[in-house]
């Protein structure tokens, strides 16, 4: 069955990096698109980032531009989400998502970024 | 940016009876191809959100029947015919034409 797997989430001081993994499987991975979106504590939900099915199309959110990289690897099946110069506003659960364009129609779980010195 | 507003932000309804949540867009979703790239999502308590509708009034794979999505350019509508206690949590609007993609503010329904 389709799972995607988070992982890499955890407790980061402000202006450090962190890498979040997505593992994918029970699905053909390098035919679909996937995107991050995020959740703060008790907000709403938050698109961060989108890469198309080979890597050669990426587009993010104004509040991650020039901060974040989405990327992935359709050999290993993981979409990847590289933060730097993190904020304490990026604090939140980051979901990696599959699209079957248009659609965002299958979720992982979640994991946890907290930023704070 | 494409801003998205849900009404109402809270919902309370009472088991069997009808429930409609609103969502406007700044942009019309209306894409030349003539569908409306609007999607609808559900986070039950607890839970990572799940699609329920796509392109505007497309039921997702295992969505039950009570849930529709309806309209056009820059107002949409998602009903429930007969509100069940599984349908508690948040919905929200999503648009994907545009870029950056943006989600509505999120309406929480409740059971009375």
């Known amino acids: 069955q389709v799972q995607l797997v988070e992982s890499g989430g955890g407790v980061v001081q402000p202006l450090r990096s962190l890498r979040l993994s997505c593992a994918a499987s029970?699905?053909?991975?390098?035919?679909?698109?996937m995107h991050w979106v995020r959740q703060a504590p008790g907000k709403g939900l938050e698109w961060v980032a989108f890469?198309?099915?080979?890597?050669?199309?990426?587009i993010y959110a104004d509040s991650v531009k020039g901060r974040f990289t989405i990327s992935r690897d359709n050999f290993n099946n993981t979409l990847y989400l590289q933060m730097n110069s993190l904020r304490t506003e990026d604090t939140a659960v980051y979901y990696c998502?599959?699209?079957?364009?248009?659609?965002?129609?299958?979720w992982g779980q979640g994991t946890l970024v907290t930023v704070s010195s | 940016d494409t801003v998205l507003t849900q009404s109402p932000l809270s919902l309370p309804v009472k088991p069997g009876e009808p429930a409609s949540i609103s969502c406007r867009s700044s942009?019309?979703?209306?894409?030349?191809?003539?569908?409306?790239?609007m999607e609808w999502y559900l986070q039950k308590p607890g839970q990572s959100p799940q699609l329920l509708i796509y392109?505007?009034?497309n039921r997702a794979s295992g969505v039950p029947d009570r849930f529709s999505g309806s309209g056009s350019g820059t107002d949409f509508t998602l009903k429930i015919s007969r509100v069940e206690a599984e349908d508690v949590g948040v919905y929200y609007c999503?648009?994907?034409?545009?870029?950056?993609?943006?989600f509505g503010q999120g309406t929480k329904l409740e059971i009375k």
């Open positions: 998502a599959r699209t079957i364009l248009p659609a965002l129609d299958w």
């Open positions: 029970g699905f053909s991975f390098n035919t679909y698109g």
């Open positions: 890469v198309a099915f080979d890597g050669n199309y990426k």
């Open positions: 942009q019309s979703l209306l894409h030349t191809n003539e569908y409306n790239y």
């Open positions: 392109l505007g009034s």
């Open positions: 999503m648009q994907v034409l545009y870029t950056p993609h943006s």
